[in-house]
């Protein structure tokens, strides 16, 4: 008889189970061998023959008690493996009981079947009186039960069945959170939630304390509200009252004690609806007093009269709320009642009075219509003055901008012999009368560059290039042009600009700037001038001069944007007082915004607001290196000029420098002059007799030299088409008049 090896997959009792079954069987085969052997008489079979079965019993035998041994072996490495995972439930049971009782919220948790096998005391602290069924695993159901009859919950006080079912429903959703009040005054807040094996797991939290912190802030905010509603109350110049659905008075301000004249606390007096209706009918003797008849809301909501209470009259106004109260509101009209009578009697004498004027003007429009045709005649005439005013305007425009070329040409001779003088060696008083005279011709070229620049914007001939300027670099430019002359007068000069672009006519711009900064400097006496930047608004950007001068007093500061129109302090200071009327007619062609903040010593700063612009690459040009004078030494330079005083002086000016000059009244004279002689430099006049212009004659000597010569145009037109047509042809522009410094600069440029 053989068995079968025990199966090491079956579970740890069932394999224990079938090893005992076959150690029993091998015990009683054992035994009854034995017995067979000590029994046996027969010796009718032959002693060979037991023998084998002796043998043959033994090896049983041995087989069978190995098989067992092997078998106990096994049981007891499984005992062991059971002892082990025995010992790590347990230590793991412990834990997680250990782990539940360490929270404060109560837990519970039911397997499938719905009964719960897993607390903690903290759970038991909400149902106390469940603790003797917690040791037989109560079901869910069980326990309600035993809380509704105990009457623990709050809503189980009155209908505990209907708790219990709605518990029950609750519970088999189990898919979140809701507050439950206990009869004892606490509350519990019970999350539960389905755990993967079909259980529920539940943690009760008690919200006692957050309840009662959450009504102690709503009875706050309750008091709060009162106290702003008793001050809206008393804040109404209308006397108003309020009743509830009970008709008892809740609430009154000041207005309705003084105007019903009660003395003392208005709830003593008026404490019922009945109380207020009694008061005013008796006391009062109010005539229409019922309106203060009590109505509920579906009988309307607002009712208004006017009540006659002596001399006096009260517009009432009674008010049905939508929690059965009512408002009574008290409103002495008597003035404007008065008045509007009043007004209306008014009316009434002013219609008699307007029938009455109607007749008369009715015969006074007839006289009116012959004065209204000699009105029209009278506005014709004004019309043609006005016509021939702003003719004369423009016809002074005109001359302005074309006679600048004649006013500037005498001065352009001027500066030049100057400029030639000043090149000499002269005696100390000669020098001095020199400075003189070149002072005066600037305040001159001031005074006709500005005339000039007016008359062009009033005439419309500037027409705005806008583009985006390096605002940064335009400051720092002006910071060095004028901190010489700041420091000459002992100011303090800073420019504190921003790195950013603005959309401007570069050159407008900078002429707006540079007068602001001209003028603060020359009215500043002592201090400082600042130039600063800013952003009031996006998109924009602010550029302030400001100064610690003596300020501009508020009746001036509207009369300084007049031409020739100077402060009495300041008439000693030079200045032609165009500065700031230049300034206005640039901001408003550009449309920037033009502030000036001042006040009678205390400084005064110019605003200009200008739009953001974009960033650009740098594409400033680099300044060329400066050259010695010995670079135009020894050049010949043609002298194209229809003037004679211009070619004397230009010739005088550049002999000095050390120049070989030809001087020549146009291109044919050039050419012949010149010959096949190239000059190194030609320098021309743009407007030259016979309407030949300077760039004709620079492209005649060319084309008979067969070489393009540098040349120069000189010329008092400042208008933006002649830079693009000589800006085309690659011809630089000097404006007249010329400045000496400039030339020279311009001449050592071309030579190096």
Excluded at 723 to 741: C, D, H, I, N, T
Aim: aromatic residues 4%; contains cysteine; charged residues 25%.
């Amino acid at each position: 008889m053989s068995t079968a090896p025990p199966d090491l997959s079956q579970a740890p009792e069932q394999r224990i189970a079938q090893l005992e079954e076959e150690l029993r069987k091998l015990r009683k085969i054992n035994a009854t061998l034995i017995d067979r052997v000590e029994r046996s008489s027969d010796l009718s079979h032959s002693a060979f023959s037991m023998f084998e079965r002796a043998i043959t019993l033994e090896q049983l035998v041995r087989d069978r008690t190995r098989a067992l041994e092997q078998a106990m072996g096994e049981l007891a490495t499984v005992n062991a493996k059971l002892a082990q995972a025995h010992a790590t439930a347990e230590a793991a049971q412990i834990r997680l009981r250990d782990a539940i009782e360490s929270i404060n919220e109560g837990f519970a948790l039911f397997d499938a079947e719905d009964r719960l096998v897993l607390y903690n005391e903290a759970y038991t602290g909400f149902w106390p009186e469940v603790a003797e069924l917690l040791p037989e695993n109560p079901t869910f159901h069980e326990i309600i039960s035993l809380v509704a009859q105990q009457r623990r919950p709050a809503s189980a006080l009155s209908a505990p069945d209907r708790w219990v079912s709605d518990r029950l429903a609750r519970h088999a959703v189990a898919s979140g959170g809701h507050v439950q009040a206990l009869s004892d005054g606490r509350w519990i807040q019970i999350n539960e939630l389905r755990t993967s094996e079909g259980g529920i797991v539940g943690i009760y939290t008690d919200i006692t304390e957050a309840k009662a912190e959450d009504a102690r802030a709503r009875a706050r905010d309750l008091a709060e509200q009162n106290l702003a509603l008793q001050a809206l109350l008393d804040n109404l110049v209308e006397g108003v009252c309020m009743f509830d659905a009970d008709r008892r008075l809740t609430a009154w301000n000041g207005a309705l004690q003084r105007l019903l004249g009660l003395a003392g606390d208005a709830s003593t007096a008026l404490g019922q609806h009945a109380d207020l209706v009694r008061f005013c009918t008796q006391n009062l003797a109010m005539d229409g007093a019922d309106v203060l008849a009590w109505r509920t809301e579906a009988e309307g909501t607002v009712r208004n009269r006017l009540c006659q209470v002596g001399e006096r009259i009260w517009e009432v106004r009674t008010t049905a709320t939508a929690l059965g109260g009512m408002v009574v509101g008290f409103l002495d009209v008597t003035e404007p009642t008065t008045a509007r009578q009043m007004l209306q009697d008014t009316a009434e004498t002013l219609e008699r009075r307007v029938a009455e004027r109607t007749t008369e003007l009715t015969a006074l429009n007839r006289r009116l219509a012959s004065e209204v045709t000699e009105r029209r005649a009278i506005e014709a005439q004004l019309l043609e003055a006005k016509t021939a005013a702003e003719m004369a305007n423009r016809s002074k425009t005109s001359f302005l901008a074309a006679a600048s070329h004649d006013l500037l040409q005498p001065l352009n001779a001027a500066r030049l012999f100057i400029a030639a003088l000043t090149e000499r060696r002269l005696a100390l008083p000669t020098r001095a009368l020199v400075n003189q005279a070149s002072t005066s011709l600037n305040s001159v070229e001031d005074l006709l560059e500005t005339l000039f620049e007016i008359s062009r914007l009033d005439a419309g001939a500037i027409t705005p290039n806008l583009t985006d300027v390096n605002l940064a670099a335009l400051l720092a430019t002006l910071q060095t042009e004028f901190a010489p002359s700041a420091r000459a007068a002992g100011l303090t000069f800073t420019v504190a600009a921003e790195p950013v672009w603005v959309r401007s006519d570069a050159r407008l711009l900078r002429r707006i700037l540079q007068n602001l900064v001209s003028n603060a400097i020359r009215y500043t006496a002592s201090g400082q001038v600042r130039v600063s930047t800013d952003c009031p608004a996006p998109g924009q950007v602010r550029i302030s001069v400001a100064d610690t001068g003596p300020g501009i007093p508020h009746d001036q500061q509207e009369r300084i944007f007049e031409e020739f129109r100077r402060l009495d302090h300041s008439h000693r200071i030079p200045g032609k007082g165009l500065g700031l009327a230049i300034v206005r007619r640039a901001t408003a062609m550009l449309q920037h915004s033009l502030e000036l903040t001042s006040d009678t010593g205390a400084g005064a700063c110019f605003a200009v607001t200008v739009p953001l612009g974009e960033s650009q690459a740098d594409t400033a040009p680099v300044p060329a290196k400066p050259t010695r004078d010995r670079a135009i030494q020894g050049r010949r330079i043609l002298v194209i000029d229809n003037e004679t005083q211009i070619q004397l002086g230009m010739e005088t000016l550049l002999t000095g420098w050390g120049c070989q000059v030809l001087v020549a009244g146009s291109g044919p004279a050039a050419i012949d002059r010149l010959g096949a002689d190239a000059p190194d430099v030609i320098i021309a006049d743009f407007h030259l007799d016979h309407a030949e212009t300077g760039d004709q004659a620079v492209h005649d000597v060319r084309a008979s030299l067969g070489r393009s010569v540098p040349a120069i145009i000189i010329s008092a037109d400042r208008s933006e088409e002649l830079k693009e047509r000589l800006s085309g042809q690659k011809l630089p522009l000097l404006g007249k008049p010329v400045k000496p410094a400039q030339l020279r600069a311009l001449l050592q440029t071309m030579m190096h």
